[in-house]
């Protein structure tokens, strides 16, 4: 009631002189509606559906399988070393860039973004070339019996790589607005670089923080190409959840491969409630640090 | 505690912000820097504090005879007051006023009943007695400020540095707080530099008023004096003599 009634006020009297007329409006909003429902949430409502065609008994076989128990696994275990490390050279790239003035800062800052603009399967051919059988330090890694390349070394480095600038792009924003009138303060009371760090800065920024770090958690989670490439995709020894999908899904067996994919899928709805929960939090953050400046 | 500035310079890329300043300011002093904005009053100031640092080596800052020119703000412990408060918003007011101590190592950090003694004490002192437990975000800008002016005293700074302290507060706030702060001043003789850029606060409030522009300074003297006889155009025409 109160929606129509609000729009036949719009209609005869925009509010603003930029309000846009009510059939413009009512075009975009459908526009994106429909965009969204054809192309973001009917394939996911799919996944779920095709992972339990077989009733829910295959589901759960399928997580009987030692081979995907395995890529779950490794798929974890790659997280839990990326993401803390990744969330540390975020910290130190974010604090870097905001809080000292030195020449080539902007250029840091585009560096940053690398990963984002370079096709993911060129970063996995990077690390293959330096870290490669034919590769620069092939033949010192194979004289010293290390295997980075088909091997876990070489996936934590390209989801690394993948995953670095999600932390950083998520607090640099953020710790330019918020200005850095605290750490000063902490200063002339005593503190030293690292009892700022702790006591000040990080519980500043620690939902934007949370924001950056849910991010990457989620690529690193998902990544496919780069990983692809290092992984060698060997069963039960460098398969993450993504490639033992795609093998799944190229054996033809349908049902397991949407199974697996249903739980990445169910980790990226987490993600997302967790992902705006944070960005609100974010929000509320900066907007206080705002007020408490405001008379 | 005296304060002496000697020859300060210090660029901001090519723009100088401060060329060649010096200044003595003798013990108990309440000393207003006052100047229009971006006039280097408040780059001098953070220099003093050590949240700036100087550009030639020749320039010197002395407190009580002591070089502090290469000691860090944290060695420094100059009390400072920020304009927009910079309280830690996720502390409450409590914890805002011990900062200091809980900041010291541990062997030097008294004990909780002390600490907790000093910020009742501190709280009366800026009348607001019983805001232990509320966050900044639930006080007014005028609370805020007393606030900080607390914080900024707790570990008994033997230097206190104001950088247009009552700039963001309305007119009401403003002239009670500059009376409070001249009391506070008057029973404590606490070695007290303040910028401003109202000439109004500064005449009304501080022993001495040092004129800037231009990073260079331009009078030196009691409000009267500055009154009485102008230095240069500059003044004249800052304080509106003409």
Known sequence: MAGSTSIQIHKRQPIRATADSFSVRALLIGA???????????????????????????????????????????????????????TIFGIAAAWCVTRYRFRGRSFLITLIDLPLWVSPVIAGLLYVLVF??????????????????????????????????????GLIPLMQAQGMKEEEAA??????????????????????????????????????????????????????????????????QFASAFAVASVLGLLAIITLILKTRAEWRAEQELRASNSATAP | ?????????????????????????????????????????TTLLRVIAGLEFADARDGRIFFHGRDVTDLSAYQRKAGFVFQHYALFNHMNVYENIAFSFRVLPRSKRPPEPAIRERVVELLRAVQLEGYEKRLPTQLSGGQRQRV???????????????????????????????????????????????????????FEVADRVVLIDKGLIQQIGTPSEVRAHPANPFVTDFLGLV
Not at chain 1, 41 to 51: D, H, M
């Open chain 2, 148 to 202: 900080a002016f607390a914080r900024a005293l707790a570990n008994r700074p033997e230097v206190l540095l104001l950088d247009e302290p009552f700039g963001a507060l309305d007119a009401k706030v403003r002239k009670d707080l500059r009376r409070w702060l001249r009391d506070f001043h008057d029973s404590t003789k606490l070695t007290t530099i303040f910028v401003t850029h109202d000439q109004d606060e500064a």
């Open chain 2, 1 to 41: 505690m005296s304060i002496a500035v000697k020859n300060i310079t210090k660029r901001f890329d090519l723009y100088p912000a401060l060329s060649d300043v010096s200044l003595d300011i003798p013990e108990s002093e309440l000393i207003a820097l006052l100047g229009p904005s971006g006039s280097g009053k």
């Open chain 1, 187 to 252: 200063l002339t009371l005593g503190a030293n670089g690292w009892q700022i760090l702790w006591r000040i800065t990080l519980p500043k920024i620690k939902w934007g923080l949370l924001y950056g770090i849910i991010l990457c958690n989620a690529r690193a989670m998902g990544e496919f190409g780069a990983v692809s490439v290092v992984s060698g995709h060997i069963r039960g020894k460098t398969n993450t959840m993504p490639l033992h999908i795609e093998i799944l899904y190229n054996e033809y």
């Open chain 1, 32 to 86: 994106t509606l429909v965009f969204f429902l054809l192309f973001l949430l009917l394939p996911l409502v799919v996944v779920f559906q095709e992972a339990f065609s077989k009733g829910g008994t295959a589901f759960l076989e399928t997580f009987r399988d030692p081979y995907t128990r395995h890529s779950i696994l490794l798929t974890l275990l790659i997280a839990v070393i990326t993401v803390p490390l990744n």
């Open chain 1, 132 to 169: 490669g059988a034919q590769g620069w330090l092939g033949p010192w890694l194979r004289e010293h019996e290390i295997r980075i390349i088909f091997a876990m070394p070489g996936m934590v480095l390209a989801t690394l790589f993948v995953t670095f600038p999600f932390v950083a792009r």
